[in-house]
């Protein structure tokens, strides 16, 4: 650690992201969103990740290099002679199980019938077909966006939660929807897009509230908004004494992606932990526990486990 006071304190620079901004900046990607899911799904070889979807070397190859950096994968050789390596999810990759049994919880629920069919999933445990259930941690209630009541904790504040990105190559493949619901990824394979969602989630909803909190340029801020309302995660709200007041609420579409937000925000609170506190503070204000939330399974009632989960027929 550097001891010299202030010159490296996180809480102090307001530009260098928190955990969220961090967490969501690495895994807020529609391209890693494929790759991990391919990986869930037990691709190990390069060659397997990179025939799950249509993917050009260079994108594959840049994006695997990061998740390495990051510690959401690690590159093991498996064969000298030619050097063959393969990617395991290391143990903070398999952390994220929850984030992409939300997303698929969400797409399950939303996505159209006619956009191909989300496989159906089996809790080991109990043998059942099941959904999870988004719950507190606390008292097993399941818990819905408008039961927690949401503040900024010691290092949380708006500027340092937009997702970070260091790399940002838009993939122009329209392809890839056929891999993905394109909805998640209006929402999550973008970093504004991810940002003005959580802002919503947090209780803005004018243009200008998020103009000024979250430092987006206004023509890329109108852009994300519009994408938003056509993709339904957002409704435009036009008071009629007010033309020039416009706000943007979360829809029930919008407001049902809480637990794609809770699970990201609680991953990356752990793997991203800053000294001085949690990004957010959440209660859940039925119980009036901190709320961290969970997953239970609808048939059987049980906490769910990563490993417990198998995929079902479609
Ligand atoms: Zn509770
Ligand atoms: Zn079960």
Known sequence: MDDQPGADDGVLDPERPNALGHGFGVIGDEWTLLILRATFDGARKYGEIGAAFPIS??????????????????????????????????????????????????????????????????????????????????????????DVDSGWGPSGGWRRSVPHVQTRRRSGNRRQQEYFYPDTMAVFG?????????????????????????????????????????????????????????????TPKGLDFFPVIGTTAAWAEHWYHEEAGDVLSWSHRSCGQAFTGVFHCDQCHEVLRGGDLRQGGA
């Not at 290099?65 to 903070?92: C, F, G, H, I, M």
């Not at 973008?190 to 200008?208: D, E, K, P, Q």
């Open 190 to 250: 973008n970093r504004w897009s991810s940002a003005i969602v959580g802002a919503a989630f947090m209780g803005l909803t004018r243009f200008n509230d998020f103009h000024d909190k979250l430092k987006v340029p206004p023509t890329l801020l109108a852009a994300r908004l519009t994408s938003l309302c056509e993709s339904g995660i957002l409704h435009q709200v036009v008071l009629p004494d007010r033309p020039d007041w416009s706000e943007y609420k979360l």
């Open 57 to 146: 070397h260079a994108v594959l190859t840049a994006r695997l290099d990061s998740l390495v950096a990051e510690d959401v994968l690690r590159k093991e050789v498996y064969q000298r002679n030619p050097v063959r390596s393969e990617y395991l999810l290391t143990e903070k990759g398999r952390g994220l199980w929850p984030v992409l049994t939300a997303l698929w919880r969400w797409e399950r629920t939303w996505a159209p019938r006619d956009q191909g069919v989300t496989p159906t999933m089996v809790h080991a445990t109990c043998g059942q077909e099941f959904v999870p259930a988004f719950c507190c941690s606390a008292c097993a209630e399941p818990v819905v966006a408008q």
